[in-house]
């Protein structure tokens, strides 16, 4: 962990690297100008960014069976479809990640 909250990776070839974030049922995930996202549930409110690479990408899965992603399962052999968040790249070289969760009012 570096002192500004990021992490550092050092690859030799290439690393994949993967971050997944599950939301909880109800959640409503707003991406304002690509720049994050805003997560909110009732009156809770969490700003999400994702780290910088050039060779990532973001997708939502809400519900999806190929990948299974986007569900929350409380129960054996029962899901109920939720927002989910993957980040994936591609890293080569010396990489630092960083990743900002910050609660409250945006």
Known sequence: MLANGGQRFAAVGT????LEIACLLQTQLDS???????????????????PKAAASAVQIYRGSLA???GWVSR??????????I????????????RTEILIGPI
């Not at 304002?32 to 994702?50: C, I, M, Q, T």
């Not at 790249?89 to 010396?94: N, V």
């Open 15 to 18: 690393l994949r690297d993967d």
């Open 75 to 84: 129960a054996f052999d029962c899901r109920q479809p939720a927002p989910s």
């Open 32 to 50: 304002p100008a690509g720049e994050g996202f805003v997560v909110r549930r009732g009156n809770a409110v969490v700003r999400l960014s994702l």
């Open 67 to 69: 990948p299974m992603a």
């Open 86 to 97: 993957a980040w994936r790249a591609r890293l080569t070289g010396t990489s630092v990640l």
